[in-house]
């Protein structure tokens, strides 16, 4: 089963071609990251308009690079939420359009579910697993007990690591989007420089980063009010705060899995492409004899179609979710328990 798959749910135009859920016959990515720098940050309208621009694009080099017509297509798929609802609209409206040209089946997705099953792709992962969902709106620690069976077991109390990342970037006057220039200049840095805190939570698997990213402000304040800060302090202060922000990750994901009798562990969304999350997750899952560690590839972490594709295969929304998902956009909560 081949199908194609159209992500728009934020600032990624996508569009992919997968066949039988794992194998990624081609994957195309239009990012507007460059677009939004200059404000800081991504404007709902604007992404919505660049999708436009850019959607028909995107599907036309998906199916040259696979060499495919739309008759070599079993289904159509797309993001219907969480995301942006101008966004969202774009890729939806764009995938059942085609759906209706073709008279093929038009697939809802989850884009939480989207980066779970990111996992699946060019590997052999089967549930159950625990995965470790970390990007730039959710923090949430889930035991994916069957292909479309998931529980959340933690979640963040405020912000998500992908949103502290960012804007203790914009504190230390880095580049949009912060996270990646973060985790750069914490590479050179010391990880032990600041003592810095791990919030304790009510749910053992719970998170939350609102203490460790004003933490981080009044060192940066301190340090402002008594002398410009030096690059040196900068880096020492980007380490200590990447040490803080990923070793509670870590810690929990691997209580979690050892509770469940879980041995294989998954971490999927934007921020799993950091290489302090992958370092300290790998090595601590391969210190535990007989487990098995699973990431995407980078280019699957962050926004793309193939997980989109994935997730349609192995567990596409029902129409009543999908519409209550996409009639909801932005605002959706998480649905993965419904």
């Known amino acids: 089963m081949k199908i194609l798959a159209l992500e728009t749910s934020c600032d990624e135009t996508s569009a992919a071609i997968v066949e039988e859920g794992r194998k990624v016959i081609a994957n195309i990515i239009s990012s507007q990251a460059d677009f939004h720098a200059k404000y800081g940050g991504v404007i709902p ?31 159509f798929a797309a993001t219907l939420g969480p995301g942006l609802v101008g966004a969202l609209l774009v890729g939806a409206n764009a995938a059942k359009t085609l759906s209706f040209m073709t008279q093929k089946p038009f697939l809802g997705v989850n884009h939480l579910y989207a980066h779970v099953a990111s996992n ?15 990007s730039g709106g959710h923090t949430q620690i889930l035991h994916v007990k069957h292909y479309n069976q998931i529980e959340i077991l933690g979640t963040t109390l405020d912000d998500a690591i992908g949103e502290a990342y960012d804007k203790v970037a914009r504190i230390l006057g880095l580049p949009y989007p912060g ?9 050179s840095g010391n990880p032990k420089a600041f003592a810095l805190p791990q919030a304790r939570t009510d749910n053992p698997y719970d998170f939350s ?9 009044r060192l940066y304040e301190k340090q402002m009010a008594s002398k410009d800060p030096s690059e040196d302090f900068k880096t020492d202060l980007a ?20 509770s469940l009798g879980l041995n294989q562990i998954a971490i999927a969304g934007g ?17 535990e004899n007989g487990w098995r560690f699973f990431i995407p590839e980078s280019i699957y972490c962050t926004d793309n ?23 909801r956009g932005e605002q959706v909560g998480n649905p993965l328990n419904s």
């Not at 980063?209 to 402000?217: E, Q």
């Not at 179609?305 to 009639?327: C, H, K, R």
């Open 179 to 187: 996270g990646p220039a973060l985790d750069k200049l914490a590479q």
């Open 305 to 327: 179609g193939a997980m989109v594709a994935a997730s349609a295969y192995f567990n596409p929304l029902t129409t009543d979710l999908a519409m209550e998902v996409f009639s």
């Open 209 to 217: 980063y609102s203490g460790l990213k004003t933490a981080v402000l």
């Open 239 to 258: 380490a200590s705060f990447q040490h803080a922000a990923t070793e509670v990750l870590v810690k929990k994901a691997m209580a979690a899995a050892k």
């Open 45 to 75: 309208e604007m992404a919505a308009r660049q999708h436009l621009e850019t959607i028909n694009f995107v599907i036309s080099e998906a199916l040259d690079q696979a060499q495919y017509g739309l008759d070599d297509i079993d289904a």
């Open 120 to 134: 699946y792709l060019e590997s052999d992962l089967e549930p159950p697993f625990l995965c470790l969902l970390i």
């Open 271 to 287: 921020v799993a492409a950091n290489s302090a999350v992958r370092m300290k997750i790998q090595h601590a899952v391969h210190s």
